[in-house]
């Protein structure tokens, strides 16, 4: 990560100084340094302060504990590391959830006091762990059902077909979740990643078993279950007539999947604190002692927001993208990537919004029903920016060496625009 933030920033201000473009560097920099506390780390706080006060109830509930004990099987084989009834592993299952529903207010909250958790197991402060990087892998890789920003711009563009590319799309991201899965499990066994020679103390955390939740909290009575039942069925209502009312527009699946994302983040919101207090938790004064981490974290990851993009602002407004879009052209003709798709890739794992952004030009430039567009839709869709969550995550914790989090999450990426690649000519060439 060093080497790539000083890269960034060299040659970001040599190409400036070649090609005369001194002044949007400078404009660059000081809109990152604008956004990155006004744009981004300011509203996450917010955000954090209300999903963290909801993920306290759900901790002090034992709910945590109960959904990490049902997916336990599959969490110990991807996280052997981290205890089974560890408060992280709640917040870790919570986290992949919501990125599965394309919830990204919700996902970034759960997934930094995932990583707070998983802080509190490192016996090497500063150093992640295999279960960070792990943790990290699966967030730059993380399966998405519907990639509603890229569905979102291609519908607003007047496209026949703005759905097509959710299916092409889950392809990549399949792709490039199951690289990251691979890649982090070898790369960590790699002497160069290895935390054998690096010095440790030991850490015994302090947590609650499920069977301790349970005796010290009330257990429901019957009318409590039964309240706790008709709760979920107000939301198979709610889901059941946005499914039925839209039927006739899109795909039954597609639209199931859009229902639930629709009243997942309400369900939540409400159920947490109906359940903390059917348990007997204090549930107002427990909200606002996790709400107060919020802002904490906010201001912890800020400097490393200010980092990576000013340095991403320098290199783009620099021209260098556009460089490497020129210096790569022969190869786009050898595997059939449209010219314009490229700076796309590039930006992708630096910058979310600029991606965003470029592809909504693809849009306007090459048309919403163009091969181009159904690519690069498929890679926004397929692919997520591995630089910014590195360092929003490890920022949130104090983490300078990630050792192979960076590496399996550019393969990762790697692999979801190759896939895209051959899925969508597969799909829409053939």
């Known amino acids: ?25 400078t404009t660059a920099t000081f809109e990152a340094c604008k956004a990155s506390l006004m744009t981004i780390a300011l509203p996450l706080g917010a955000i954090m302060a209300l999903w963290l006060g909801i993920m306290r109830l759900a901790e002090k509930s034992g709910a ?21 009834d560890h408060p992280a592993m709640g917040a870790m299952v919570m986290n992949m959830a919501a990125n599965m529903l394309g919830l ?18 490192n016996p090497r402060p500063g150093t992640a762990t295999n279960a960070m990087c792990t943790f990290l892998a699966i967030n730059t890789s993380s399966v998405q059902l519907i990639p509603a920003t890229a569905v979102g711009v291609l519908a607003a563009a007047g496209a026949i077909h703005p759905t097509s590319i959710i299916g092409t799309a889950l392809v990549a991201t399949a792709c490039s979740f199951m690289t990251a899965i691979i890649a982090v499990k070898l790369l960590q066994r790699l002497p160069f990643f290895a935390l054998s020679h690096l010095p440790h103390h030991v850490v015994t955390p302090s947590v609650k078993t499920e069977e301790e939740v349970v ?10 279950r039964l309240l706790l039942t008709l709760y979920p069925a107000i939301f198979f209502v709610c889901i059941w007539h946005h499914v039925a009312t839209r039927s006739t527009e899109i795909a039954l699946p597609i639209s199931i999947i859009q229902s639930l994302s629709l009243v997942a983040i309400p369900f939540l919101i409400g159920f947490f604190p109906l359940y903390a207090s059917l348990r007997g938790v ?29 340095a991403v602002g320098i290199f783009r ?35 979310g919004s600029a991606a965003t952004g470029l592809f909504a030009e693809i849009v306007k ?19 997520e920016t591995t630089l910014y969550v590195l360092a929003v995550y490890f920022g949130s914790v104090g983490i300078r060496r ?29």
């Open 1 to 25: 990560m060093n080497y790539i933030w000083l890269g960034l920033i060299l040659i970001g201000v040599v190409l400036g100084a070649v090609t005369g473009k001194m002044d949007a560097v």
């Open 317 to 351: 407004a620099a021209g260098g993208i556009d460089i490497m879009s020129r210096l790569l052209a022969p190869l786009l003709d050898l595997i059939g990537m449209p010219a314009q798709v490229l700076p796309l890739v590039l930006v992708r794992p630096l910058s």
């Open 402 to 430: 990630g050792r192979h989090a960076l590496a399996a999450g550019l393969l990762a990426d790697t692999a979801g625009v190759a896939a895209s690649l051959v899925i969508c000519r597969l799909v829409f060439k053939s």
């Open 64 to 84: 945590v504990e109960k959904l990490a004990t049902f997916l336990r099987p599959v969490l110990i084989r991807l996280f052997p590391d981290v205890p089974a």
């Open 365 to 383: 430039a090459c048309g919403p029903n163009s091969y181009a567009a159904q690519l690069a839709g498929t890679i926004l869709g397929g692919t």
């Open 282 to 310: 204090a549930v107002y004064e427990e909200f606002i002692e996790g709400a107060k981490e919020g802002i904490q974290v906010a201001l912890r990851i800020f400097p490393y927001l200010v980092a990576i993009l000013v």
């Open 215 to 224: 005796t010290t909290l009330p257990s429901l009575a019957h009318w409590q």
């Open 104 to 121: 990204g207010n919700a996902a970034t909250p759960l997934g930094l006091r995932a990583m707070q958790g998983l802080e509190s197991l």
